[in-house]
């Protein structure tokens, strides 16, 4: 949707495994590589493992992808310490297959976007506290709305130089205790528990990705989208 607005002469093709209405495609199966159009920009939004299958199929139609943009996650950045401050030049975990498929395909000169937790429409963060999937924890969280990541990822594929590496996060890491607070103050949600948080925390630095691509963030506070309604 934000591609057909922001070039709305261009020509948009889907891909799914499963979703009869987009193109047939599947990494894991060699024989739906053929259905693929040759493209000007390509969106890998999916993960880009296995690692060898990742390779092959870069080798046999890399060159049809035109400007290729991977989406990544966060989770790629290697944490040594609890809430250890992480930015684009933080060291990438590449014990992670996923990463490791990624980071082949920027050396093949593919732009990626490492982006944070997504929320938006049809993916409420109130219903993880509903449903007891987040607590109140002292663990740092980092998001980043569906609107402002499709403006990233729209403005990194414009980015001419090959292997660049981008963060997709609202620049505001927030302790999950803080923000169900001001849920509860808010009325969204009540009781809310405190809970332990099993994972490492980390708090995103995402300026210089922001300040590169020129984003105006439409949500730069993730407590106070949800409470303004996403």
């Known amino acids: 949707k934000y591609i057909a607005q922001a070039d709305p002469k261009s020509k948009i093709f889907k891909t799914s495994r499963l979703n009869p209405d987009f193109i047939h495609f599947d990494l894991k199966e060699d024989k739906t590589w053929n ?84 929320y938006g429409p049809q993916r409420n963060p109130l219903d993880w506290v509903k449903k007891s999937m987040v607590g109140k924890s002292q663990k740092f969280v980092n998001m980043i709305h569906v609107e402002d990541l499709c403006q990233i990822l729209y403005k990194a594929s414009q980015i001419s130089s090959k292997g660049s590496l981008f963060i997709a996060s609202d620049n505001k890491p927030q302790m999950w205790a803080d923000i169900i607070q001001s849920w509860e103050a808010a009325q969204l949600v009540k009781d809310v528990a405190p809970v332990e948080s099993s994972r490492i925390s980390k708090r995103i630095d995402s300026t210089q990705s922001l300040q590169n691509l020129k984003i105006n963030l439409k949500y730069p506070d993730f407590s106070k989208a949800v409470i303004q309604g996403l």
Request: aromatic share 10%; no cysteine.
């Open 35 to 118: 259905q693929l159009p040759t493209a000007d920009y390509t969106f890998w939004t999916f993960p880009a493992t296995p690692f060898e299958q990742v390779k092959k199929f870069y080798s046999q139609w890399g060159q049809s992808l035109g400007h290729l943009t991977v989406v990544g996650s966060t989770s790629a950045l290697k944490v040594q310490e609890s809430n250890q401050r992480v930015d684009e030049k933080t060291e990438l975990d590449l014990s992670q297959d996923r990463v490791r498929g990624e980071e082949f395909l920027r050396s093949q000169g593919a732009t990626t976007v490492l982006s944070s937790g997504i």
